[in-house]
């Protein structure tokens, strides 16, 4: 027998910080994980985080998914 999904809701806030937890912690598919969800759901930014270098990661999926950046290992 499958269980029924849960949903759980969370307000932007909290979402924003558990992401930004997730990333720091080396969690980063976790992260990506959520962050496609927020996304999704019409997340349009990471609330309480002023780091310019957080924000980037948590949209660098959905900008390269889209084909609006293209990320590149440094070569140096």
Request: aromatic share 10%.
């Amino acid at each position: 027998m499958e269980k029924n999904k849960i949903t759980y809701t969370l307000d932007e806030y909290s979402l924003s910080l558990i992401w930004k937890s997730l990333y720091e912690s080396g969690h980063e598919d976790q992260a990506a994980e959520l962050a496609e969800n927020m996304i999704e759901q019409g997340c349009q930014e990471l609330v309480g985080v002023d780091d310019m270098s957080l924000i980037l990661m948590f949209w660098k999926n959905y900008l390269e998914k889209n084909n609006l950046i293209k990320f590149t290992n440094n070569l140096h």
